[in-house]
């Protein structure tokens, strides 16, 4: 699970810097319809389509955790630095150990709540640009502000995740890609340029622009999606959710060496936080599960 979950953290980090790299040549609403469309063709020819029931959630998790956490992440791209994206998705695991405490009523030990609290003060350092007086007076960037929402929505989609249809994986990536597809046209025909400007759009990317859609079509939408659920089927969502805060490591990392993004004194105070609290967290979660082993 730890080799399946940190895969899914490298490339949703390069999903961001896909973001970055496709602006000038799609917008989000049309980089997302792009993407979920090229998803569902690649992946539905191998999927064997068996479902008699489930169909809600299936439209839930492609609606809701695929298309609109990522057209608010390509949007937040656009006001923001690609970092700030990265490690601001390090809040996931705190929406996500509350849902689960609010929801289904699984509780956390000390040590764990004090990893996701460094965690959640990494973000807000980020988030207020090494300022973190600056949220008393909502003085918050609206591309991180726009991160902040995905956050809550892929919270949501890692929590429902114990949901999920009793079907293949290829059935599960093809159904809600498919979903996915469908809230991306929608999106594009109420907020972004509509069909029309779709086409024009397409037909005028360069060769960068096609490789950012088969990049975010294979990797992000159908490897990632795969290794980071079938993670959380094996370790649960508290413990996996953590893994996410790896995507501040090569977001950041990528942004520098690919976009030429600077690293801030913030960047890296925020970093600190935000290691130490994975570190603390999942070792709260091996104890607890060490005791729960231990012979009686």
């Known amino acids: ?23 000038g040549e799609l917008d989000p609403y049309a980089l997302s319809v792009m ?19 489930g ?44 849902g689960n405490f609010a929801i289904f009523r699984v509780r956390a030990s000390g040590l764990h709540i004090v990893g996701v609290v460094l965690t959640i003060y990494g973000v807000i350092h980020v988030a207020t640009h090494g300022a973190p007086l600056r949220l008393v007076g909502l ?8 991160m902040l929402l995905a956050a809550l929505f892929y919270a949501l989609h890692s929590l429902m995740l114990r949901y999920k249809p009793k079907i293949g994986w290829l059935s599960f990536i093809a159904c809600t890609s498919f979903f996915a597809m469908l809230a991306a046209f929608a999106y594009q025909a109420l907020f972004g340029t509509g069909p029309a400007g779709l086409v024009a759009e397409v037909a005028t990317m360069s060769w960068r622009g096609w490789a950012v859609v088969i990049y975010v079509a294979l990797l992000p939408s159908i490897v990632a999606q795969m290794t980071y659920a079938q993670g959380v089927e094996l370790i649960g969502p508290n413990r996996a959710s953590l893994f996410i805060n790896l995507i501040p490591v090569f977001g950041a990392l990528l942004a520098v060496f690919v976009l030429g993004e600077t690293l801030e004194a913030f960047h890296m105070a925020a970093a600190v936080f935000i290691i130490a609290g994975i570190g603390l967290a999942e070792y709260a979660a091996r104890r607890n599960l060490r005791e729960i082993l231990k012979p009686q």
Do not use: C, H
């Not at 993407?35 to 029931?53: C, K, N, T, V």
């Not at 003085?139 to 726009?146: L, S």
């Open 1 to 23: 699970p730890y080799l399946l979950l940190t895969l899914s953290a490298l490339f949703w980090g390069a999903n961001i810097i896909a973001g970055k790299l496709a602006i």
């Open 55 to 98: 169909w809600g959630w299936l439209a839930f998790y492609g609606i809701l955790g695929f298309t609109s956490f990522n057209v608010l992440l390509y949007a937040a791209t656009t006001y923001t630095a690609a970092v700030n994206v990265a490690m601001i998705q390090a809040a996931i695991p705190v929406l996500v150990m509350v």
């Open 35 to 53: 993407r979920w469309m090229a998803a569902f063709l690649i992946i539905m020819p191998f999927a064997w389509i068996e479902i008699r029931r």
């Open 139 to 146: 003085d918050v960037n609206i591309g991180d502000a726009m």
